[in-house]
């Protein structure tokens, strides 16, 4: 324990200056909110833009000679109000006159889209009375723009080292000649365990305008339960099929020492939130985590007679998907077929070739494609000790008259895909659900 917390806050919770408000009360509640990351500002109702999205655009007319004084002006119209709202006396103008300067002169877009979160850091270290550091100062990128982490884990452990309260906007580093560089949309989560790592917190608070992540879809399942507890590891099962509250990659950094995160609510403090832990015990009751799944899937379905003793069989077909640059989300075997289920966006243009290629390189019996497969992914670490669990999903689905056209599950045991058509995917979701809540 080192009684440090980070605390990230994204972009619906800094979208104004009543936002900020919030924001400022629920670091003072905890001395330990040490190190603060901020977003852009975000959208402050449906219709409105987010401050990034914004600055894209800007990048994009100006790129193509075109004026952008008017998308400039709602930038700096936001960030005008938010330090009046606050009562600030930055002189915010003169960084923004700076920065559409640069975008005129022909700034990068990375660079474009990252002032953003270095605006919005600069008003929000001065509200707080916090030392602003600059992303660029610690966050490391190498030359060909991919991530630098061991030079970053140094700068950040040194540079922060004696500071006791700053705040260190998200989404941006720098290569070694000092050109900004940003990580992908949403990258803020990214930069907050980077910094969580580097400064061994004792927990990544991500703080968001949901109170954690749910079991189910609420867009399919009315009001789910709340997840409580999530391991990195269901995590990662959950969101590779398309959960979307934190960046897929930001639980990299922290995973390495087994820094918990914890999402919690801007606009409602008193909820405890999600916390994604390494290892979680005991398991919950239930036996499962969470339901997730993605709609749109091709099976391609390839079957040979004694393909298994030809040592190459599997290698040949996955060159194929590999060389189209098509990627392989799951691949069940039988013992004289395979088939290999891919995202149809990937295949489709390429479908007619493919096939040709597996026919030539691997000479198989048969091939049949499966279009409009939906995949539905029941994750629960607890199901490797309970009885039951499959038992229950699949006379779940039976008597929801779903048909259930593939089953895989993992060798880890920590979750069951299930295949069914495109149109059975919401009655699916909701079927499992309802038994095991
Ligand atoms: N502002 C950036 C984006 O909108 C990064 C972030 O919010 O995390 O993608």
Redesign the pocket.
């Known amino acids: 324990m080192n009684n440090i917390i980070v605390v990230k806050f994204?972009?619906s919770s800094l979208a104004n200056g009543a936002q900020f408000k919030k924001v400022k009360e629920i670091i003072s509640e905890d001395e330990r909110r040490r190190f603060i990351i901020p977003?852009?500002p975000?959208k402050r109702n449906g219709k409105d833009h987010?401050?990034?999205?914004l600055l894209y655009m800007c990048h994009q007319l100006a790129s193509h000679g075109l004026n952008f004084e008017e998308v400039f002006k709602i930038i700096k119209d936001r960030y005008v109000e938010i330090c009046r709202e606050l009562s600030l006396e930055i002189d915010i103008e003169s960084y923004l006159n700076e920065i559409k300067n640069n975008i005129r002169d022909g700034a990068s877009r990375d660079y474009t889209?990252s002032r953003?979160?270095y605006l919005n850091g600069i008003i929000l270290a001065n509200y707080l009375g916090f030392k602003f550091i600059d992303a660029k100062e610690i966050i490391s990128f190498n030359n060909d723009g991919t991530f630098n982490e061991i030079d970053t884990e140094r700068k950040v452990r040194e540079g922060l080292k004696d500071i006791d309260y700053a705040v260190i906007p998200?989404?941006y580093g720098s290569k070694e000649n000092n050109e900004i560089v940003t990580f992908s949309?949403?990258?803020?989560?990214i930069t907050g365990s980077i910094i969580a790592n580097g400064v061994k917190a004792d927990k990544y608070e991500n703080w968001t305008d949901v109170s954690g992540f749910l079991v189910a879809d609420p867009n399919i399942v009315k009001d789910p339960n709340p997840m409580e507890v999530v391991t990195y590891k269901e995590l990662r099962e959950l969101s590779y099929m398309g959960a979307s509250v934190l960046?897929e990659e930001a639980i990299f950094p922290v995973r390495k020492y087994g820094i918990p995160i914890n999402i919690r609510n801007t606009n409602r403090p008193g909820d405890k939130g999600t916390m994604i832990v390494n290892d979680a015990t005991p398991v919950n009751s239930k036996g499962i985590t969470g339901i997730s799944g993605k709609k749109d899937f091709t099976v391609i379905s390839i079957e040979k007679t004694l393909m298994t003793s030809e040592k190459d069989f599997f290698r040949k077909v996955i060159s194929v998907f590999e060389t189209n640059d098509i990627s392989i989300e799951h691949m069940p075997s039988s013992i004289d077929s395979i088939s290999v289920v891919v995202p149809a966006s990937e295949i489709s243009s390429k479908l007619k070739k493919v096939i040709e290629e597996i026919r030539i390189l691997c000479n198989p019996d048969n091939i049949e494609t499966y279009p409009d497969m939906a995949l539905i992914a029941v994750v629960g670490r607890g199901m490797i000790r309970t009885k039951g669990i499959s038992a229950k999903i699949f006379t779940s689905l039976g008597k929801a008259e779903i048909n259930t056209r593939m089953i895989i599950q993992g060798s880890s045991e920590l979750n069951i895909i299930i295949g069914v058509e495109n149109d059975d995917f919401e009655k699916a979701i909701e079927a499992i659900y309802k038994v095991f809540y």
């Not at 987010?50 to 999205?53: P, S």
């Open positions: 994204g972009g977003s852009a975000g987010k401050v990034t999205d889209a953003g979160e998200g989404f949309r949403g990258g803020s989560d960046h």
